[in-house]
Every structure is written in structure tokens, then in C-alpha cells.
């Protein structure tokens, strides 16, 4: 299964962000906190150097706090100021004072001249990883589009926080050429790539194998399976009985089978679930 999915849209906002980052003093990066890794774009690792940047690992309420808190030494171990949050539970005092301390030293230059600083933060990220849900928790309303599928923002746009607080909401960037197929493939799981770009039953045969190395037993009893070890078209067939995702004479139903236990996971219903894990040595076992 090949997955390549990079709008002619997103090249556009490319080029429109590269051109904005050069009058912000924060950079607030959005990932998936269950898939810490492969919801980062590389490009944008690259075009933020020498930014001020907080890394918010959100749906942090959907991940296993242990990954989680691995992820978050390891982050810390390179320079990367970074933090656990969820956009639709969390507090929005919480992600403004990161903004605050991320820009205390532009804020103190500022009124050393006598002046009472703006701050300006760019909120960036891959698609669907919550970027315009931050933006409506920290405004108090829904100013900024939202939706459960990738490509609703399309343009940046500014909003006011505060006097002396202004976000940038910008569209979710994907980088041109998915080179890495594991990362590409997650990235589906999340709904950051369309899904009509993929074969879904393929795409939900990964997706439960990863939860089934990630946490077997709860994903058995989530999905009705008695056996662990089936892989393959063979889980998806156990899956559908499981659930009884069956059609007359007993045929398994793959269509709602797909759609289900996609929209289970990206709704959060399968557990708090990190589907990947920093390098060994970060491991919650080994950080001791």
C-alpha cells in the first residue's frame, strides 16, 4: 500500500508560512501525542530553526501517560521544550502561560525600551492534529474552522487572544514525497491523509495490528477477538464477527468494519494508546 497525498493547496501554504515565521516570536507545534514521531513534519522541524517553540503533544488524554512522560525526557534531553495537553479538555491557562514563558525574553526586550510588547505565535502542524481546536479553546469561542477531516484550514489566519497576544492558525502541513511508509501509514490512522487516498481494509489491517502490539489485551476485549495472533485479512475477518459487522448469509461487512474502528481510535474509544515509543533508552522501563 503506497501512500503519497500532498494538495496543491499545501505548496502554496508552504511557501505563505515560510514568509509569516519571519514575523512571529513564538512557534506553538502541534502533534499527536500517540504518534509523537510520525505527526511531526520534518520541513517544518527545518524551517522553524532558531525559533522560539514549544512542542504541544496533544490528545495527550488519549496516550498512555508513561509513553508520554518517555517522550517527554527525551525531548527535554534535546533542548525541546515540550509539554503533554489536550485541546478540547485541557485548560487554556495552561498552553497560554508556555506561550508567555516561550516569549518572556522578547517581552523583557520590549520594555527594556519602554515598550509594551505583541506577542505573535504561529500555531503549525500536519493536518487534524488540533491546531484550530487550540485556537478556539485559548479565544473562548469557535473563531477558527474545525473539522474531523484534513484541509479544512486552507489560508493563515491571525486572531486576537488578548491586547498583546495574537495566534496565526495556519493549514496542516504535509511534506511532498512520503518517503517513510510506516510514518505515511500512521499519518492515515489519525485521518491527516484523506481517506479516499487509501485502501481502507488494508489501512485497518496495520492499524489493529499496531494496537494489538501496543496493548493486546485491551484491544482483544475492545474488539471481541479471542486470538492475539491473527494478522492479516484473518483479523479483519475475526474483527467483523467480533462485532457482528455482518450482512445477510453471515458475509462480513468490511465497509463498516473499516469505518468503525478507524473512527474508534481517532475518537479515542480504544484505550490511551501510544502507538509509538522514543529510542530504548527513553523507555518508561529503562528510565529508571
Same mark, same amino acid.
Given at each position: 500500500?503506497?501512500? =503519497?497525498?500532498?494538495?496543491?493547496?499545501?505548496?502554496?501554504?508552504?511557501?505563505?508560512?515560510?514568509?509569516?515565521?519571519?514575523?512571529?516570536?513564538?512557534?506553538?507545534?502541534? #502533534?499527536?501525542?500517540?504518534? /509523537?514521531?510520525?505527526?511531526?513534519?520534518?520541513? $517544518?522541524?527545518?524551517?522553524?530553526?532558531?525559533?522560539?517553540?514549544?512542542?504541544?503533544? =496533544?490528545?495527550?488524554?488519549?496516550?498512555?501517560? %508513561?509513553?508520554?512522560?518517555?517522550?517527554?525526557?527525551?525531548?527535554?534531553?534535546?533542548?525541546?521544550?515540550?509539554?503533554?495537553?489536550?485541546?478540547?479538555?485541557?485548560?487554556?491557562?495552561?498552553? *497560554?502561560?508556555?506561550?508567555?514563558?516561550?516569549?518572556k525574553e522578547a517581552v523583557e526586550?520590549?520594555?527594556?525600551?519602554?515598550?509594551?510588547?505583541?506577542?505573535?505565535?504561529?500555531?503549525?502542524?500536519? /493536518? %487534524?492534529?488540533?491546531?484550530?481546536?487550540?485556537? %478556539?479553546?485559548?479565544?473562548?469561542?469557535?473563531?477558527?474552522?474545525?473539522?474531523?477531516?484534513?484541509?479544512?484550514?486552507?489560508? =493563515?489566519?491571525?486572531? =486576537?487572544?488578548?491586547?498583546?497576544?495574537? $495566534?496565526?492558525?495556519?493549514?496542516?502541513?504535509?511534506?511532498?514525497?512520503?518517503?517513510?511508509?510506516?510514518?505515511?501509514?500512521?499519518?492515515?490512522?489519525? &485521518?491527516?491523509?484523506?481517506?479516499?487516498? !487509501?485502501?481502507?481494509p488494508m489501512l485497518t489491517i #496495520?492499524?489493529?495490528?499496531?494496537?494489538?502490539?501496543?496493548?493486546?489485551?485491551?484491544?482483544?476485549?475492545?474488539?471481541?477477538?479471542?486470538? /492475539?495472533?491473527?494478522?492479516?485479512?484473518?483479523?479483519?475477518?475475526? !474483527?467483523?464477527?467480533?462485532?457482528?459487522? *455482518?450482512?445477510? &448469509?453471515?458475509? #462480513?461487512?468490511?465497509?463498516?468494519? #473499516?469505518?468503525? !474502528?478507524?473512527?474508534?481510535?481517532?475518537? &479515542?474509544?480504544? &484505550?490511551?494508546i501510544t502507538l509509538e515509543r522514543?529510542?530504548?533508552?527513553?523507555?518508561?522501563?529503562?528510565? %529508571?
Amino acid at each position: 500500500m503506497e501512500i =503519497n497525498w500532498y494538495p496543491g493547496h499545501m505548496a502554496k501554504a508552504r511557501r505563505l508560512l515560510a514568509d509569516q515565521l519571519r514575523r512571529v516570536d513564538v512557534v506553538l507545534e502541534l #502533534c499527536d501525542a500517540r504518534l /509523537p514521531d510520525s505527526s511531526r513534519n520534518p520541513d $517544518l522541524e527545518r524551517m522553524i530553526t532558531g525559533k522560539k517553540r514549544v512542542l504541544l503533544m =496533544n490528545k495527550a488524554d488519549l496516550a498512555d501517560p %508513561n509513553v508520554t512522560a518517555a517522550w517527554l525526557r527525551y525531548y527535554q534531553r534535546r533542548g525541546i521544550e515540550a509539554a503533554p495537553y489536550s485541546a478540547i479538555s485541557g485548560k487554556a491557562k495552561e498552553a *497560554l502561560s508556555l506561550i508567555d514563558r516561550a516569549a518572556k525574553e522578547a517581552v523583557e526586550k520590549a520594555a527594556a525600551k519602554g515598550m509594551k510588547k505583541t506577542v505573535r505565535a504561529m500555531v503549525i502542524g500536519v /493536518p %487534524n492534529v488540533g491546531k484550530s481546536t487550540l485556537i %478556539n479553546k485559548l479565544h473562548g469561542s469557535g473563531i477558527a474552522k474545525t473539522g474531523d477531516r484534513p484541509g479544512v484550514t486552507r489560508a =493563515n489566519q491571525w486572531v =486576537n487572544i488578548s491586547p498583546y497576544l495574537q $495566534l496565526m492558525d495556519s493549514p496542516g502541513l504535509m511534506w511532498p514525497k512520503l518517503s517513510d511508509q510506516v510514518a505515511a501509514r500512521r499519518l492515515c490512522y489519525i &485521518g491527516s491523509v484523506k481517506d479516499d487516498v !487509501v485502501d481502507l481494509p488494508m489501512l485497518t489491517i #496495520c492499524l489493529l495490528e499496531d494496537l494489538l502490539d501496543a496493548k493486546p489485551a485491551e484491544t482483544c476485549a475492545r474488539f471481541h477477538l479471542e486470538d /492475539p495472533s491473527l494478522r492479516g485479512e484473518a483479523l479483519l475477518e475475526a !474483527v467483523c464477527r467480533g462485532r457482528g459487522f *455482518l450482512m445477510k &448469509g453471515g458475509v #462480513c461487512d468490511y465497509d463498516r468494519c #473499516c469505518s468503525v !474502528v478507524l473512527d474508534e481510535f481517532r475518537g &479515542g474509544k480504544c &484505550g490511551r494508546i501510544t502507538l509509538e515509543r522514543p529510542p530504548k533508552e527513553e523507555r518508561p522501563d529503562a528510565a %529508571n
